[in-house]
C-alpha cells in the first residue's frame, strides 16, 4: 500500500465519520495497517512469459496466499506501467513498490558495480553465479542500493545473451560498425567497442522497432527475451554465443518495505524465497525452448560458434575485465575471480 492511499482511505474513512455524527472520537483512533489491503506494484518491463514474467506471477499468488490476502500483488508486464529508466525512478518514488530491473540497469542509479555482472565471460558455470549471488558479493551489491532507498530481496535469473542482426556474425569482424542496442550499462557498450561495433542505449521497449526501422542493427539479448518481443522476426541470424548474462535484482522501497508490519514482511519474505527458487529453476528451460521455438519459427537462422571463433571472441572480449576494472572496482572482480577458483576454475 502506498503511503498516499493510506492517508487518502483515511481521510475518506473520516469523512464518512464525522457525517455520521462521530467526528471527534473517530478522528483519534488510529487507522492501522491491520485493517487495510496493503497493495505492491510490481512492475517490469518484459512478456509474462520468461523467466522473470513467470517468477513475478508465482510471487503474486504465494505472497497473496501466504498473507490470506491481505497484500494484493499487482503485476505491470511489458513496460505497461514504466520503461527501464522510469520504473527506478517510480520506485524511488514510491508510485510502484516492487521491481526487478536486469542487472545491466543499475548505473545510472549511481551503483555501476552492478555491471560486473555485464562482463562478457565473468561467470564460467552456474555454480560460480550462485555462488556470487547467494554469498557475500551479492549481498554486498545489495547494501549499495540502501542509501538509494532501495532493497534488494533476491536475484533472479535470467540466462545466457545470444547475438542477432541482419547478418551472420560469426567472426569479431562481422561485428565492425555495426549499431547494436545495448542496455544502459558503460560495461556492455566497451563490449560492443571491443568488437569495433556501435553500441546504442535502449529502452527494452523500443528495441523491435528500432530493429524494424533499421535504427539499430542488432542486439544481445537472451533466446527468451528475443523470442517473446518477436525480435526473431526482425533479424535474420542469431549466433548461440554464450558470451554473457542477463540476471536481475528483485527490489523494493525501503520505506514501503520497513513500515510494513513485521507478520506480513516475513510472509512476504517466505513468498519471495520461494518465488525466488521457481523462478531460477524454470530460466534455463525457458531459454531452451524459446531458441527451440526461434528455430521452427524458420524466420531466423541459428548458427553455433566453433572453438576456434569461441577463442577469437574471448580473446577480444576479455580485454573488457581490464578496461572496465576502475568503474566497477578491481577487487569486486578479484572477489569473482576468487569464487571461480573455489569452484575449481582459473579465471586469468
Ligand atoms: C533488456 O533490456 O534487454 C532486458 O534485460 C530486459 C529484461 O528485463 O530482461
Not at 76 to 92: F, H, I, V
Amino acid at each position: 500500500m502506498t503511503i498516499k492511499t493510506f492517508s487518502s482511505t483515511r481521510r475518506a474513512i473520516q469523512a464518512a465519520i464525522a457525517m455520521a455524527g462521530l467526528g471527534t472520537l473517530a478522528l483519534h483512533s488510529p487507522l492501522s495497517y491491520a485493517q487495510q489491503q496493503i497493495v505492491i506494484k510490481f512492475s517490469h518491463v518484459v512478456a509474462n512469459d520468461t523467466p522473470k514474467g513467470k517468477g513475478a506471477e508465482r510471487f503474486k499468488e504465494l505472497a497473496e496466499k501466504a498473507t490470506k490476502g491481505r497484500v494484493k500483488v499487482e503485476v505491470y508486464p511489458n513496460s505497461t506501467l514504466y520503461k527501464d529508466k522510469e520504473e527506478l525512478e517510480a520506485l524511488q518514488l514510491g508510485s510502484v513498490q516492487m521491481l526487478a530491473p536486469s542487472l545491466a540497469k543499475f548505473g545510472p542509479l549511481g551503483v555501476k558495480e552492478y555491471e560486473v555482472f555485464d562482463l562478457p565471460y565473468i561467470f564460467p558455470n552456474t555454480t560460480v553465479l550462485k555462488r556470487v549471488t547467494e554469498g557475500p558479493v551479492g549481498q554486498s551489491l545489495f547494501q549499495k542500493l540502501e542509501s538509494k532507498g532501495i532493497k534488494g530481496l533476491a536475484y533472479w535469473d535470467n540466462g545466457m545473451k545470444v547475438m542477432t542482426a541482419n547478418k551472420p556474425l560469426h567472426k569479431v569482424s562481422d561485428f565492425r560498425a555495426l549499431k547494436m542496442r545495448i542496455q544502459s550499462s558503460k560495461v556492455l557498450d566497451e563490449q560492443f567497442r571491443a568488437l569495433k561495433a556501435n553500441p546504442q542505449v535502449l529502452a527494452f521497449s523500443e528495441v523491435y522497432t528500432a530493429m524494424q526501422t533499421g535504427v539499430v542493427d542488432g542486439s544481445e539479448n537472451t533466446p527468451s527475451n528475443v523470442y517473446t518481443q518477436k525480435m526473431h522476426e526482425v533479424q535474420s541470424n542469431l549466433t548461440v554465443s554464450d558470451h554473457g548474462y542477463i540476471g536481475y535484482a528483485v527490489i523494493v522501497n525501503k520505506k514501503f518495505w520497513d513500515s510494513l508490519p513485521a507478520d506480513v514482511r516475513t510472509q512476504l519474505e517466505g513468498a519471495m524465497k520461494e518465488a525466488t527458487v521457481y523462478a531460477n529453476t524454470i530460466a534455463q528451460k525457458e531459454n531452451d525452448d524459446a531458441l527451440a521455438a526461434i528455430k521452427a519459427s524458420g524466420k531466423t537462422k541459428v548458427y553455433y560458434l566453433s572453438d576456434e571463433e569461441k577463442t577469437e571472441w574471448r580473446k577480444a572480449l576479455m580485454t573488457v575485465h581490464k578496461s572496465m576494472a576502475p568503474r566497477v572496482g578491481k577487487d569486486l572482480i578479484d572477489a569473482i575471480y576468487k569464487e571461480s577458483e573455489a569452484a575449481g576454475v582459473k579465471m586469468n
